[in-house]
């Protein structure tokens, strides 16, 4: 739950129960679940591996004509 929100609704005089609802309901919409870590983990590895791929391809060819001089 999130205290600053169940504090302004009971403030803005909503009822106990409807407020901590209300509290938790933001807090469970706002925290990442394990397919939402997964999805991102995979999105990474795949980003990770493009970039290898990238400088693979520009730092060899950089290595080859460096080294035929």
């Given at each position: 739950?999130?205290?600053?929100?169940?504090?302004?609704?009971?403030?803005?005089?909503?009822?106990?129960?409807?407020?901590?609802?209300?509290?938790?309901?933001?807090?469970?919409?706002?925290t990442?679940?394990?397919?939402?870590?997964?999805?991102?983990?995979?999105?990474?590895?795949?980003?990770?591996?493009?970039?290898?791929?990238?400088?693979?391809?520009?730092?060899?060819?950089?290595?080859?004509?460096?080294?035929?001089h």
């Amino acid at each position: 739950m999130i205290v600053e929100v169940y504090e302004a609704l009971k403030a803005a005089g909503a009822p106990e129960d409807k407020a901590i609802r209300a509290a938790e309901a933001v807090a469970e919409s706002q925290t990442a679940s394990k397919g939402d870590v997964l999805r991102l983990e995979k999105r990474v590895i795949r980003i990770e591996i493009m970039l290898a791929i990238v400088l693979t391809a520009v730092v060899i060819p950089l290595i080859k004509a460096l080294l035929q001089h």
